[in-house]
Antibody, heavy 121, light 114 residues
Framework: EVQLVQSGAEVKKPGESLKISCKGSGYSFTSYWIGWVRQMPGKGLEWMGIIYPGDSDTRYSPSFQGQVTISADKSISTAYLQWSSLKASDTAMYYC??????????????WGQGTTVTVSS | DIVMTQSPDSLAVSLGERATINCKSSQSVLYSSNNKNYLAWYQQKPGQPPKLLIYWASTRESGVPDRFSGSGSGTDFTLTISSLQAEDVAVYYCQQYYSTPPFTFGPGTKVDIK
């Protein structure tokens, strides 16, 4: 079964760092782009960025460039999203998802279950 | 960046009736070289991650009921649920994945039962 399994919920204080994970299984992890999507409480979906685990090519939305870092360790089929200094406004659900393959990454066909990040003093 | 808009923000439809959601992109998402529209539709139910319904604007994802259909080209697209079922209550999002990221989502349309 193709699946993405994300790490568990996190509760952090402002200024702390955080790295959440997304582990792929059931397919060739290095052959598909993995994207990250933010959903703030009660709000819509925001596309943050993508990484191609095969060569670690990474692209960011301008809205998130410099705010987060996307990485991957292909040896353990895991992608990461990290923050160096969290803010209260980072409180959200974060999803990873696999993009359909192609010359341009396609629709997001497999989704993780989501990781809730709560930042509060 | 390409900006996506959706209309209406929400709609209520009787069971068995048709639901129509519109999505508009600020620039064309049609690639002339392959004649494909780089547009996807997703369904998100409360407490669940989104689910891909449609890609290439009109290709149904495997396992998606055929009451869901996508149409349109260029900048104007439509998701139609031909006969609304109770399990279709959800928020629906369009997304463009044309060329260079970001691959922006629309704001979403909430579908309820009337």
């Amino acid at each position: 079964e193709v699946q993405l399994v994300q790490s568990g919920a996190e509760v952090k204080k402002p200024g702390e760092s955080l790295k959440i994970s997304c582990k792929g299984s059931g397919y060739s992890f290095t052959s598909y782009w993995i994207g990250w999507v933010r959903q703030m409480p009660g709000k819509g979906l925001e596309w943050m960025g993508i990484i191609y685990p095969g060569d670690s090519d990474t692209r960011y939305s301008p809205s998130f460039q410099g705010q987060v870092t996307i990485s991957a360790d292909k040896s353990i089929s895991t992608a990461y999203l990290q923050w160096s200094s969290l803010k209260a406004s980072d409180t959200a659900m974060y999803y990873c998802a696999r993009h359909k393959p192609g010359l341009v990454p396609g629709g997001m066909d497999v989704w993780g279950q989501g990781t809730t990040v709560t930042v509060s003093s | 960046d390409i900006v996506m808009t959706q209309s209406p923000d929400s709609l209520a439809v009787s069971l068995g009736e048709r639901a129509t959601i519109n999505c508009k992109s600020s620039q064309s998402v049609l690639y002339s070289s392959n004649n494909k529209n780089y547009l996807a539709w997703y369904q998100q139910k409360p407490g669940q991650p989104p689910k891909l319904l449609i890609y290439w604007a009109s290709t149904r994802e495997s396992g998606v009921p055929d009451r869901f259909s996508g149409s349109g080209s260029g900048t104007d697209f439509t998701l139609t649920i031909s006969s609304l079922q109770a399990e279709d209550v959800a928020v629906y999002y369009c997304q463009q994945y044309y060329s260079t990221p970001p691959f922006t989502f629309g704001p979403g349309t909430k579908v309820d039962i009337k």
